[in-house]
């Protein structure tokens, strides 16, 4: 299942895998402004969100951090 983007205008559908989906910025990130999700400056880098609870919520995260965005999607 593809996440509907329009909730997050910050993001660039890249691939799915395995059930995880991957991302880009939708604008370069510059370096020197923080991620949306972890607050911490790596760029443009290692974005990525996966589904729980039979479609329901939705977890982004990055490679930086552990720290998790959750979303509850109402359809
Ligand atoms: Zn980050």
New binding site residues.
Partial sequence: MLLKLEHFPYLKFRNSFRGIDNYNFASPQPWSSP?P??D?K?GNYGLHGEWYKNGTEYCLT?N??SKKLKFAIVS
Avoid: R
Wanted: charged share 0%.
């Fill in positions: 991620c999700i972890c911490g790596h990055c930086t951090s």
